[in-house]
């Protein structure tokens, strides 16, 4: 056999190696995409469910859902045309709330400041920044338990409402690795214990 064809059978048997690597890859990724929400169902005692519900003109949308008796999670993603939509909405019961607390939290400053909210805890508002109109009763929502679980969530954006008896959490990014799904079901929890 030649140098020349030895050279050939080298790079087919290297790219045999990188495309076996590739498919290894695929497959460990989209194993471990499978394993999010049933991990999730049995991490917290709930009931994991797939939804898709057909829109016309060959338009779809498609639910994951975590079910249990004080926590529900909806996550939903949504074609229509070349339009793609993406919601996730945790609902935790909660205890009653003296007033009701609207506010969002962004990783990255807001232009304006004028509804900031700050908590005092310079590690915490150096690394997330809350906006809100009604400040005082957000900053009785931001105990410490509170900041570490906002801390731990790798959202970007998470919008929560905590009125009546219930705490509500959602975010629009495609639920791709577990820790985004439980950082924001432990901050839901978190937020459930009440100021």
């Not at 629009?172 to 577990?178: C, I, K, P, S, Y």
Request: aromatic share 6%; glycine share 8%; net charge positive.
């Amino acid at each position: 056999m030649s140098e020349n064809e030895l050279m050939q059978w080298a790079a087919l048997g290297a790219g045999g190696v990188v495309g076996g690597g590739v498919i290894f890859a695929i497959a460990r990724f989209v194993k471990q995409q499978n394993a999010i929400w049933p991990d999730a169902a049995a991490k917290y005692g709930l009931t994991y469910s797939k939804k898709s519900e057909p829109i016309p003109l060959g338009n779809s949308r498609d639910f994951d859902l975590l079910d249990g008796p004080s926590l529900s999670v909806v996550s939903m993603r949504e074609q229509i045309g070349r339009t793609r939509r993406r919601s996730n909405v945790i609902t935790a019961r909660s205890v009653a709330w003296p007033s009701p607390a609207r506010f969002d939290v962004e990783s990255t400053r807001p232009a304006a400041s004028f509804h900031l909210v700050t908590t005092g805890d310079a590690a915490f508002d150096a690394r997330r920044f809350v906006t809100s109109e009604s400040k005082a009763a957000v900053q009785a929502v931001l105990t410490p338990t509170v900041r570490a679980a906002l801390l731990q969530c790798p959202q970007h954006t998470l919008r929560i409402t905590c009125e009546g008896q219930q705490v509500v959490v959602s975010f629009g990014e495609l639920v791709t690795d577990a820790k985004e799904l439980t950082g924001a079901i432990d901050l839901a929890l978190a937020l459930a214990k009440g100021p």
